[in-house]
């Protein structure tokens, strides 16, 4: 048996070098088999044995241990040499991310915003806090703004005297104080009007006074624009009445109704104003047209359009328009109806799907089969221009450029080489006359200034509206929707880009032309806005070329405006899909450009060219031949009367303002030429109807001289007061004054007659909308400035024997750009922050 005794002597053995567990285990198995040691010479032999083995196995173990870390070893440094050497050619494979001048781009509000510097929120909400402490103007919150009430419209920058500018610009004057238009609705007076004043100065304003228009009268309150809280109250009348008396008629005719409608709702979402020189009366009057509220609802018009008289206290339904004729009320079209006299067709309410024909979505056979991206520009060396707050540098150019709530985008101190060109380039109007059958369509021309042009640009998208790698700039806007600024996300954008034309080649191929080749590409900078006023959205460009050129162009594009077709509207459009028409209508836009030719002291002329025959008797048989050519005459303006252009093919001639005090070494005096492309005619004859209200269309330019009291050539009033212009465009000229060394000022005309076809639809193509002039340069440089351009390219023989080889002057830049441009975040920008492309409705931008 076993015994402790045993256990002991035994596991305390000297000779004992094992482990104690495998030892152990040995013993354990010689005591279970009841064997006592009597001798040690047998259990040291059997212990010698175990040993041997323990030892072997031991031995093989470490052996085969030691083999494998080595393995695992050598794979670790084999996997580290491949990941290593797949990430060395991954990465040479790899096109990386274009760097270069990314400290450029400061876009924040500075504290002491600039001459030109819009508005700033901190300045906006000094005004408000000063107007709204002035007892006399009792003054109610935004959200409490109704037709009868006083509140303030807008507010905008008012800019200083030109004079009190170009001291600050270019002498050593102080800036001078900032200051703003406010523009003020007294519906709360006895006599309703319309007041403007000037307040400053910013931040904190201290006064305020009457903006002086040169007017006898105050502005009539009927001028004013369409505003928020009156089309909230007469909309909730309008369409609660018709519900209430044409019900029936409405379901039968159209499949909805304006109220309680769930997914079939008709609305008005258009309007056509009725002005004093239109209707004889001092009245305020709209059109407003029916349509199925569907995508897009102008081209789902319904036969059906109502007349509304708005006066301070009054909202009555003057006109109904149905089927070719007019009713007196709501209720005498019904009572035809009921009568079942009405024979006009129904017009059921449209079944929306995405291939439904006035919706934008993709639909068709699509192209490319494969998704694939387009083409992109690159910017391989970072940005080449700079943008601090709203000043731009580029290439030689320095320009400031900021957004009129009213009139849109302006550009001030436009300069090239440190020589001023241009004082203010601006957008000062957008027109579009239409005609028609039914009195909406007949009576629809619009001034959208009407609509606040500049608060209606936002949300332009990269890589649609502008190159995805442009610099996007927000507006902020003073108005009658909130005491707090309001933001239009995206209102500019800013890029450079290659045109894809030569500015300047030739190539001398043969050894008779002279054996070289020499071109550089017309890459640009282009400061843009898109603005969408109800249907239709403008695009404005205004591009700066490297040899001294600027470009300012406007394309147009959106919706038609459609009406139900007719017998009646076959005169003024055709049949275009299913019911609808559109008609012949009339863009126009009005642009200011206060051009400063080596100073402020320039003339007008025109370079006429005219035909001339000469006698070439002694080259000819006939001693009496004569020769025809042309040749050209410079005709001096000396007065404004004499400088308004109206285009004739019969009599071509260059339009060139210069400065004949400033004479190149040529002997020519230095100027700059205006190209206008994209001119049109106004037919309406002069004074009839609303055409006063634009009478800047009369002429595609006329040369003013400068003066403060003639600053813009429009209002945000003359949609309704052609009757009685409160901007008299007209004046600007009849004054007659001289315009020799004076300081000038051109209005440029672009205009297209638009008669709509069926690939306007659903939405009219930019292609063959564009229209544009341009600045150019005339004897203002010795030679082409855009020669100092160093991305020009020149191939010719490296020596004179015309055998060593060719030769590239790339003057430095890499002929190669290994690297693209960093991944644009817009889509999860906007969807973090949906107010950067579609309303945020707690932050209304705009009637439209």
């Keep these: 048996?076993?015994?402790?005794?045993?256990?002991?002597?035994?596991?305390?053995?000297?000779?004992?070098?094992?482990?104690?567990?495998?030892?152990?285990?040995?013993?354990?198995?010689?005591?279970?088999?009841?064997?006592?040691?009597?001798?040690?010479?047998?259990?040291?032999?059997?212990?010698?044995?175990?040993?041997?083995?323990?030892?072997?196995?031991?031995?093989?173990?470490?052996?085969?241990?030691?083999?494998?870390?080595?393995?695992?070893?050598?794979?670790?440094?084999?996997?580290?040499?491949?990941?290593?050497?797949?990430?060395?050619?991954?990465?040479?494979?790899?096109?990386?991310?274009?760097?270069?001048?990314?400290?450029?781009?400061?876009?924040?509000?500075?504290?002491?915003?600039?001459?030109?510097?819009?508005?700033?929120?901190?300045?906006?909400?000094?005004?408000?806090?000063?107007?709204?402490?002035?007892?006399?103007?009792?003054?109610?919150?935004?959200?409490?703004?109704?037709?009868?009430?006083?509140?303030?419209?807008?507010?905008?920058?008012?800019?200083?005297?030109?004079?009190?500018?170009?001291?600050?610009?270019?002498?050593?004057?102080?800036?001078?104080?900032?200051?703003?238009?406010?523009?003020?609705?007294?519906?709360?007076?006895?006599?309703?009007?319309?007041?403007?004043?000037?307040?400053?100065?910013?931040?904190?304003?201290?006064?305020?006074?009457?903006?002086?228009?040169?007017?006898?009268?105050?502005?009539?309150?009927?001028?004013?624009?369409?505003?928020?809280?009156?089309?909230?109250?007469?909309?909730?009348?309008?369409?609660?009445?018709?519900?209430?008396?044409?019900?029936?008629?409405?379901?039968?005719?159209?499949?909805?109704?304006?109220?309680?409608?769930?997914?079939?709702?008709?609305?008005?979402?258009?309007?056509?104003?009725?002005?004093?020189?239109?209707?004889?009366q001092d009245s305020r009057k709209l059109w407003f047209w029916g349509h199925h509220f569907v995508e897009f609802y102008v081209l789902n018009p319904i036969d059906f359009n109502v007349l509304v008289r708005l006066d301070n206290k009054t909202i009555e339904v003057e006109r109904v328009w149905h089927g070719g004729r007019t009713y007196a009320s709501f209720h005498q079209l019904n009572d035809a109806y009921e009568k079942k006299s009405l024979s006009t067709p129904r017009i059921p309410f449209p079944h929306v799907d995405r291939n439904y024909f006035s919706t934008m979505n993709l639909r068709g056979t699509r192209f490319p089969e494969t998704p694939t991206r387009n083409p992109v520009q690159i910017e391989p060396d970072g940005k080449r221009y700079s943008i601090n707050g709203r000043h731009v540098s580029y290439m030689g150019w320095e320009l400031d450029f900021r957004m009129s709530i009213s009139s849109g985008p302006q550009l001030?101190?436009?300069?090239?080489?440190?020589?001023?060109?241009?004082?203010?380039?601006?957008?000062?109007?957008?027109?579009?006359?239409?005609?028609?059958?039914?009195?909406?369509?007949?009576?629809?021309?619009?001034?959208?200034?009407?609509?606040?042009?500049?608060?209606?640009?936002?949300?332009?998208?990269?890589?649609?509206?502008?190159?995805?790698?442009?610099?996007?700039?927000?507006?902020?806007?003073?108005?009658?929707?909130?005491?707090?600024?309001?933001?239009?996300?995206?209102?500019?954008?800013?890029?450079?880009?290659?045109?894809?034309?030569?500015?300047?080649?030739?190539?001398?191929?043969?050894?008779?032309?002279?054996?070289?080749?020499?071109?550089?590409?017309?890459?640009?900078?282009?400061?843009?806005?898109?603005?969408?006023?109800?249907?239709?959205?403008?695009?404005?460009?205004?591009?700066?070329?490297?040899?001294?050129?600027?470009?300012?162009?406007?394309?147009?594009?959106?919706?038609?405006?459609?009406?139900?077709?007719?017998?009646?509207?076959?005169?003024?459009?055709?049949?275009?899909?299913?019911?609808i028409t559109g008609a012949v209508h009339h863009h126009m836009f009005q642009f200011k450009a206060d051009l400063d030719i080596k100073g402020v002291r320039n003339s007008f002329k025109t370079m006429d060219i005219v035909p001339e025959d000469v006698a070439i008797g002694e080259f000819s048989v006939n001693n009496n031949a004569r020769y025809h050519q042309t040749m050209f005459q410079n005709s001096q303006k000396s007065r404004e009367l004499d400088a308004t252009y109206r285009f004739n093919f019969a009599s071509p001639k260059y339009l060139v303002i210069h400065n004949t005090e400033s004479i190149s070494k040529y002997g020519n005096s230095r100027g700059y030429r205006l190209l206008i492309n994209g001119m049109s005619k106004q037919v309406i004859a002069e004074g009839e109807g609303n055409e006063p209200a634009v009478s800047w269309a009369r002429y595609q330019m006329a040369v003013t001289k400068m003066k403060e009291s003639e600053r813009e050539s429009s209002s945000i009033y003359a949609i309704w007061d052609a009757d009685d212009p409160v901007v008299r465009f007209q004046n600007f000229i009849s004054d007659d004054e001289s315009i020799v060394q004076q300081d000038l000022v051109a209005w440029i005309s672009l205009g297209t007659h638009h008669i709509p076809h069926t690939e306007d639809l659903p939405v009219t193509p930019t292609v063959g909308m564009?229209?544009?002039?341009?600045?150019?340069?005339?004897?203002?440089?010795?030679?082409?400035?855009?020669?100092?351009?160093?991305?020009?390219?020149?191939?010719?023989?490296?020596?004179?024997?015309?055998?060593?080889g060719i030769k590239i002057e790339r003057y430095g830049v890499p002929d190669s750009a290994r690297c693209t441009s960093p991944p644009s975040r817009y889509d999860e920008t906007v969807k973090e922050k949906p107010a950067i492309a579609l309303q945020d409705l707690d932050s209304v931008v705009g009637v439209f």
């Design 412 to 579: 001030f101190d436009i300069r090239y080489r440190n020589e001023r060109i241009a004082y203010e380039l601006s957008l000062q109007e957008i027109a579009v006359f239409y005609s028609g059958g039914s009195p909406a369509q007949r009576f629809a021309n619009y001034i959208d200034s009407v609509g606040l042009i500049g608060a209606s640009a936002r949300g332009l998208i990269p890589g649609a509206d502008c190159p995805e790698g442009a610099t996007f700039v927000n507006v902020d806007f003073m108005m009658e929707s909130s005491r707090d600024p309001s933001t239009a996300y995206n209102a500019f954008c800013i890029f450079e880009f290659n045109t894809g034309i030569p500015l300047r080649r030739h190539h001398a191929y043969t050894a008779f032309s002279g054996h070289y080749y020499e071109g550089v590409a017309d890459v640009v900078l282009t400061v843009r806005t898109i603005v969408t006023i109800a249907n239709y959205d403008y695009l404005f460009d205004f591009t700066f070329h490297q040899n001294g050129a600027i470009e300012v162009r406007g394309i147009s594009t959106g919706y038609i405006l459609s009406e139900v077709f007719t017998n009646s509207e076959r005169k003024y459009g055709v049949p275009l899909h299913n019911n």
């Design 1 to 280: 048996m076993r015994t402790n005794t045993d256990r002991t002597l035994f596991t305390s053995h000297p000779t004992t070098q094992c482990r104690a567990g495998v030892l152990y285990t040995l013993t354990e198995q010689w005591l279970a088999a009841g064997l006592s040691p009597t001798t040690w010479r047998d259990w040291e032999k059997m212990k010698e044995t175990d040993a041997t083995k323990y030892r072997r196995t031991v031995g093989r173990w470490r052996c085969a241990t030691f083999l494998l870390l080595a393995l695992c070893l050598i794979l670790v440094i084999a996997f580290i040499v491949v990941v290593v050497v797949k990430d060395k050619m991954f990465k040479a494979m790899m096109v990386p991310t274009c760097s270069g001048n990314t400290n450029s781009i400061n876009l924040d509000t500075p504290d002491k915003p600039g001459v030109f510097h819009d508005l700033t929120p901190k300045e906006m909400r000094g005004i408000q806090g000063y107007l709204y402490s002035q007892t006399t103007l009792n003054l109610v919150d935004p959200s409490e703004a109704a037709v009868n009430k006083s509140y303030i419209f807008m507010a905008d920058l008012y800019l200083p005297s030109k004079k009190d500018v170009l001291e600050h610009l270019d002498g050593n004057a102080d800036q001078p104080i900032r200051q703003a238009k406010v523009v003020i609705f007294r519906g709360d007076k006895a006599t309703p009007d319309i007041e403007e004043y000037i307040v400053g100065p910013l931040p904190d304003p201290t006064s305020h006074a009457p903006l002086n228009r040169n007017r006898q009268t105050p502005i009539p309150f009927n001028y004013r624009p369409i505003t928020g809280p009156e089309m909230t109250e007469v909309l909730e009348k309008l369409t609660r009445e018709a519900d209430e008396f044409l019900a029936s008629f409405l379901r039968d005719k159209y499949g909805g109704t304006f109220t309680n409608c769930g997914d079939r709702c008709l609305a008005f979402r258009f309007l056509t104003s009725m002005s004093r020189a239109i209707t004889g």
């Design 770 to 804: 564009s229209l544009s002039f341009f600045l150019l340069p005339y004897n203002y440089f010795d030679e082409d400035p855009g020669m100092s351009s160093g991305n020009a390219i020149r191939i010719e023989w490296d020596d004179s024997s015309k055998k060593g």
